[in-house]
């Protein structure tokens, strides 16, 4: 049997939330008892699968998360905030959505689990770092306003389930949109422009309308880090912006980073 707002097995249980039809058939929407503290409503996916019981947030506390410069994928305090907190309530991260599966007769707890991680969470906002450019960065709008290349700072993109990202700029040029992320010097920066494009892979941008930027030229960085960056996206290098411009303007491909054999 199907979920629905009338489906016998659920609405005794769940009789303190507002039940809806979702948009995925047989997938009801539960809201109207939890409130974000901002006074954004919270709202729980939820549907019947033979006797268990799948819910989800439907991918609202990345999407939130991100909005507030929050990344739940890299190697920071929150990405380990956001596991512990999800496996404190028995439930996953897939496809950036919390998700739980129990059975029937534990839906209502488990409805109450997602809610409560998903506002458990969202005070991982506090954990946003404040925007502060670093000198790559500046030195690189400043490069495209000399160059007059058309561009917007830290755009948001959606990705195709919803979450949000927010590479360094959007260059939009005649013939494609190019989205860059800029990496001053850290490992960890690093890190995180490979996570970054690994999910604007699964968004409609082909591989010659990414670049990450790093400071400085290839020997300055980890070889193998390298080679995995250069497996998803074009990898450009501050000391060489003359390539840089020649991949912007003209399309001309960028080589693959060539680091020194130790």
Known sequence: MSASPLDPRLTEDLRCWHIAPAGRPGTIALTG?????DGDGLTVLLRVSGDDALASDGGTMVSRLADAGVDVWGPTRAATAWTETLSAFRLSEVD???????????????VSDISSAML????????????????????????????????????TVELPRGAKV??????????????????????????????????????DYAFDQRLVLLKGNPQAWPADHLDLLADHTPVG???????VTRFLKEGTPLERPVTSEP
């Open 33 to 37: 008892r939890s409130y974000f503290a």
């Open 237 to 243: 290098f501050s000391d060489r912006m003359d390539a």
């Open 166 to 203: 927010r590479p360094t700029a959007r260059i939009n040029l005649p013939k494609r949109t190019v989205l860059v992320q800029a990496v001053g010097g850290s490992e960890q920066g690093l890190e995180h422009a490979l996570s970054l494009v690994q999910r604007i892979e699964r968004a």
């Open 120 to 155: 458990t969470t969202d005070g991982l906002r506090w954990l946003a770092a404040p925007d502060r450019d670093s000198k790559l960065v500046r030195q690189f709008y400043a490069y495209l306003d000399d160059a007059r290349i058309a561009y917007d700072r830290r755009p």
């Open 96 to 110: 950036g959505r919390i998700v739980g599966r129990r059975p029937l007769q534990q839906a209502a707890t488990l």
